[in-house]
Every structure is written in structure tokens, then in C-alpha cells.
């Protein structure tokens, strides 16, 4: 499963979610499923518009670990 370290970026730059909303023009409800994992597609635009804001790599974002959603795949 892809474990979305979100939070982890934002505090390493300091931000809050809401400036990490407006900065990347989601709403505060999309970046909370974000945040969560609660998402189940995610695209590329997407990841590199948070890529752009929070300064970082697509791999500092998501981590892959072995779980039991894998079977969904």
C-alpha cells in the first residue's frame, strides 16, 4: 500500500495544510484525502504541483509498504 508522508513535508517546510491548499489551489477537503490516503487515483499534474510547492521529490511524498491493500491492485 502508498502511504502518502504529507505531513511529514509540512512540517519539514513549516507550512499548514491551508497554505498548502491555497498554494497548490486544492481545496482544504482535498488535501485532507491527500493527506489521509483516502484518495485511490492520483495524477501526475497533481504530484508534481505538490512536488513544486513543497520543494521536494515525488519520493519524499509516497512511500510503499507491503500491507493488505495490495491485493486491490
Known sequence: ???FNIDVMLAKRKMSVGE???NV???M???SLLKNGKIKAL???TLNKLCKVLDCQPCDLLEYVEGE???DA
Open 1 to 3: 500500500m502508498i502511504i
Open 20 to 22: 498548502l491548499a491555497e
Open 25 to 27: 489551489g486544492f481545496t
Open 29 to 31: 477537503a482535498n488535501v
Open 43 to 45: 495524477k501526475i499534474s
Open 69 to 71: 491493500d495490495d491485493e
